[in-house]
Nanobody, 111 residues
Framework: QEQLAESGGGLVQPGGSLRLACAAS????????IGWFRQAPGKEREGVSC???????YYASSVKGRFTISRDDATNTVYLQMNDLKPEDTAVYYC?????WGQGTQVTVSS
């Protein structure tokens, strides 16, 4: 089964930026879309962005214009560049391919 590992989370002030990375152990991303999800305390997990194997992208309306998803097929890594972060972006961020999930990385936006 594909194994995913997220990194890049942290504490940032409102308006700041972070870049998350999701490293995949295999090559499932050659065939399946990779998605970023997030879960805030007391809330359901929600989709943030995804990118298909041929580069089509989707963004949730709450992050459109601020987040950018990209992929590096040479390293089986997907990135989520997050700019102009807001307190409501605070959550654990997970990446997903099919039924494989990473362990999550915490993003906290606070002054």
């Amino acid at each position: 089964q594909e194994q995913l590992a997220e990194s890049g989370g942290g504490l940032v002030q409102p308006g700041g930026s972070l870049r998350l990375a999701c490293a995949a152990s295999g090559s499932s991303s050659d065939f399946y879309p990779i998605g970023w999800f997030r879960q805030a305390p007391g809330k359901e997990r929600e989709g943030v962005s995804c990118i298909s194997s041929i580069g089509f992208v989707y963004y949730a309306s709450s992050v459109k214009g601020r987040f950018t998803i990209s992929r590096d097929d040479a390293t089986n890594t997907v990135y989520l560049q997050m700019n102009d972060l807001k307190p409501e972006d605070t959550a654990v961020y997970y990446c997903n391919i099919g039924d494989a999930w990473g362990q999550g990385t915490q993003v906290t936006v606070s002054s």
